[in-house]
Every structure is written in C-alpha cells, then in structure tokens.
C-alpha cells in the first residue's frame, strides 16, 4: 500500500485536505456550532477534523504543540478566513467548473506519476474520501482566483520601481544573501482605538519577553501568532533581502542568525521576526541557441500532412547542401524571421515551451530537426551554436519585477484580508482558552 505523504508535498496535502466543506444545508444543532460566520456556521466535528490533522501535521515536523484549547483557537481562526473568502467568492460569481477542476485533479495525478483511476484508488485505500478531496481542490482553485482577482490583479510594477529597487540592491554589500525568517504578529483591527493598540502593544511584549527567555519560537507562534504562517511555526522561508517587507529589511541586516528582534510596528499590528540562517548566491549561467527555422502554416488548403511533406523535402534538399538561409526566406511563411533568413537570435529554455526546448537539446550544431508541429505551425529548427551564457543582469532584472509584484501583493493581500475580516459578521460559540 503506499503512504499517501510519500505521494504529495506535506504542504499541499495540508492545504487541499484542511480546506472547510460548505455549510451543509439541514439545520445543525445549536451545541455543534462553534462559529456563526455571516450567513453561515462552522460545526464542530469540522474543527475537530481539521484540528486532528494540523496536530499530525505539527508532530510529523516534530513541532512542540501548545495546548489543545490554543490550537483549536487559531485552527478556528484560519477556518473562519476561509469561510469568509469562500463566501465572498460566491457572491463575485467566481466558479471553477468541472473541465478546470478534472484538469487539476489529472496534473496532481501526474506529477505522481498515476493515472487519474489509480490517484482515486491510491485516496481511498489511505482513508481519504475522493469526493471531498475534489471538493477541497476546487475551493482552494477559488481562493486562490478570488486572491487574483481582488488583489495581486490590481497590483502594477512600473520600469522606474525596477529601475529604482536594482540601484538600491546594487548599494547594500550583502544584495546577494538570503534570509531564512520566522515571524510573529500580534495584529490590531482596522483603525484601531488607543487602548486596542496599547493592549496588542502588551500581549507582544510579552510574548517577546517569552521569546527572549528561552520560549520555542515555532511553538509560540503557533500558539500566539496572528500572522498567516502561524500554524506552520510563522516560516516564512528563504527570502532575499529585495523579497523581505519594507519595515523588515534594515533590522535583518543588522541580525545574525538566531537572534529575535525586537517589536515591529506597522498598520496590521506589532512583529517580531527571528533570523534562523544566512546564504549566499551564485551567477545564473544558462545554455543558449542560436537558432534559426522555416515555417509553414495549415489552413484550408493547406493540411497537416501537406506542411509535414514540404518541410521534409526542404530539409533533405538543406541536408543535400542547400543554403538554410535562402531556403527560409524562399518559403518560410513566419514574417518575422523569414526575411533575415528564418534566423531567431540566441534563445534559452525560458524562451520557449518545452516542446521546442526539447528539440533544440536533441541538436548538434549544423544539425536540422524532423518537422514539428507548434502553435506557430509546422517548422524545421537548426542550432547554428551553442554557448553558456552568463544572465546574471537580466536574470536579477526579471527577479526584481517579480520580487517586487510578489512583495507588493503580499502586503496588499495582508490588508485585504484584515479588512474582510473585520467588515465581517463573525460570532464565537467556542469557549475561550483559560489564560
């Protein structure tokens, strides 16, 4: 039998298999409610599931557990964002229909290495009920559409802000380290009174007295923490210095590993990050082809088996000693290249799909490809050279936009899902943990 962890990312089964069911439609008795989220209810044999399975989660990683009652607390907490984007997403109309759920469901399958009948079988023979997993998979596609939609579309990244982040690294002596961080927020609510802020202002000072005495820092942010990594111990994995939150950076560069910092100030609440490790980064070498093709495309007079016959005669008369060159810009019907004979310039895997990379390693230089077919049409290929190419600048350069949508999102999707939260109609049927 095989252990379905050994199948799927410990992350991904946790993300897929903690998802909350809807809301079942038959009244549900007043004592198993532990949580009226709007127009909609939490039970409790929900929380006791999802709970169970981020304990086994937390001992597999061999992360001390808080209390039951701590535990069950913050589980309920992220159950109930949950809730509240899913809702959401239902009023937007957001819907992931069956073609795109089954498609997801067959690359899960794939990427291990089963069919879509055998993935099912593997499911069920390990305990997991199959419609519930389809089920998770399509609310965790809707989330993650509804988190596209409402924020990270809404997020630009301008040539100035590149322009401007690249000359910033360029001045840090350290631009190439990486930062591996933990972190700890104690939040407030939108527009917080005085004395909500002083009280987060207390709670985190003693939770950074606990830390500076000794606590696990893993265990106190699952215990305490606000943040949206706080079941996972507050990781926030490995970052460069250009990925870390603004009012982040300067304290990590002052850091060394294993030290905490002190409290963070910001609009969502007050931080406390530990640095667990530094490392460094080496150039991006890459393998280039020069490249160059002919193309011929299908249409109503032209067929599949027509395309594939002429390019099998031009590559046996380029074979024969033709001019590729020549040929390209006698036949070629790509207008792009055919007039500079089919040549396409220096190309990497980035450029290309996996198909064309495909071929391209498959070469020698001089070599010409069989006709394939691609999107552009039917087209022989020949790698003219080959080189290793160092895209260290135009590497960091495309980094950097990412960094900074990636940065930006996150902050904007921090503030979007504070502010759902506190516009929603939450009430607690769960006790309080003593303390």
């Excluded at 910092?261 to 667990?276: D, E, M, N, V």
């Excluded at 082809?289 to 390019?311: C, G, K, M, P």
């Amino acid at each position: 039998m095989r252990d379905l962890r050994r199948l799927f990312p410990l992350w991904l089964l946790t993300a897929l298999l903690l998802l909350p069911r809807p809301a079942a439609a038959t009244p549900v008795p007043q004592d198993r409610i532990v949580a009226i989220v709007n127009n909609g209810v939490i039970v409790r044999t929900e929380l006791d599931q999802r709970t169970r399975t981020i304990e086994a989660q937390l001992r597999q990683q061999g992360v001390s557990l808080p209390s039951e009652a701590v535990l069950r607390r913050q589980v309920l907490e992220r159950m109930i964002m949950d809730r509240i984007q899913l809702q959401l997403a239902a009023r937007s109309g957001i819907h992931v229909d069956n073609d795109t759920l089954n498609n997801a469901m067959r690359n899960i399958a794939g990427r291990n290495h089963l069919t879509l009948n055998q993935f099912r079988d593997t499911l069920e023979r390990d305990g997991y009920n199959y419609d519930r997993f389809r089920q998770n998979i399509r609310e965790e596609i809707t989330i993650s559409r509804l988190h596209q939609r409402e924020v990270a579309d809404r997020v630009t990244v301008t040539s100035q802000e590149v322009d401007n982040f690249l000359a910033t690294m360029k001045k840090q002596a350290d631009r190439n380290k990486e930062f591996h961080l933990a972190h700890i927020l104690i939040a407030v609510p939108e527009a917080p009174s005085p004395e909500q802020i002083e009280t987060a202002r207390a709670k985190a000072e003693t939770v950074l007295k606990l830390l500076k005495g000794g606590a696990d820092f893993e265990q106190t942010a699952i215990a305490m923490s606000d943040g949206q990594q706080a079941l996972k111990g507050g990781d926030l994995g490995w970052r460069k210095a250009g990925q870390l939150p603004s009012l982040f950076a300067e304290p990590v560069e002052r850091m060394k590993p294993g030290e905490i910092s002190g409290l963070i100030r910001s609009p969502s609440g007050f931080h406390i990050i530990k640095l667990i490790a530094v490392r460094g980064e080496q150039p991006h070498i890459i393998t280039q082809f020069l490249v160059r093709h002919i193309v011929i495309r299908t249409d109503q007079l032209v067929s599949d088996s027509d395309a594939r016959n002429e390019l099998e005669q031009l590559r046996a008369r380029i074979l024969g000693g033709d001019d590729f060159a020549a040929l390209a810009r006698a036949h070629s019907q790509d207008p792009a290249t055919a007039p500079n004979g089919g040549t396409m310039g220096w190309l990497s895997a980035d450029d290309v799909g996996p198909r064309v990379t495909q071929v391209l390693e498959s070469l020698k230089p001089g070599e010409v490809s069989e006709p394939f077919r691609t999107q552009l049409g039917w087209q022989i290929m020949q790698v003219v050279q080959r080189r290793q190419h160092d895209s260290t600048a135009e590497f960091q350069r495309a980094r950097a936009r990412e960094v900074l949508r990636k940065r930006k999102t996150e902050e904007e999707l921090g503030l979007w899902l504070r502010r759902l939260r506190d516009e929603s109609y939450v009430v607690y049927r769960l006790k309080a943990p003593a303390g």
